[in-house]
Nanobody, 119 residues
Framework: QVQLVESGGSLVQPGGSLRLSCVASGSVGTIRTMGWYRQAPGKQRELVADITGDDGWRYVDSVKGRFTISRDNTKTTLYLQMDSLKPEDTAVYYC?????????????WGQGTQVTVSS
């Protein structure tokens, strides 16, 4: 079992920056992938960015060059540095983690943190 707790969401003006944090606890040694998803009202949840292992990372095209995903050395805290924020980035952002046990994948979600980009 893995527990994920996000923080850092707030109201920010267009062009501003935020850093989201996600703290993982529980069976963290078996985590393979951690990432961030977001969901705006009336829209499907989408992958924003994720990290697999030590050097595998992905970003959705709309945030490339603006967002940076990272983990601390313990691999238990995930960050999303968001720069040059746009109103289109407004959404609930969810921390996501996967682990594989005996070949079976398990998926975990945080509770979400609201990011609102508005002037």
């Amino acid at each position: 079992q893995v527990q994920l707790v996000e923080s850092g969401g707030s109201l920010v003006q267009p062009g501003g920056s935020l850093r989201l944090s996600c703290v993982a606890s529980g069976s963290v040694g078996t985590i393979r992938t951690m990432g961030w998803y977001r969901q705006a009202p009336g829209k499907q949840r989408e992958l924003v960015a994720d990290i697999t292992g030590d050097d595998g990372w992905r970003y959705v095209d709309s945030v490339k060059g603006r967002f940076t995903i990272s983990r601390d050395n313990t691999k238990t805290t995930l960050y999303l540095q968001m720069d040059s924020l746009k109103p289109e980035d407004t959404a609930v952002y969810y921390c996501h983690a996967t682990r594989v046990v005996a070949g079976t994948p398990f998926v975990y979600w945080g509770q979400g943190t609201q990011v609102t980009v508005s002037s």
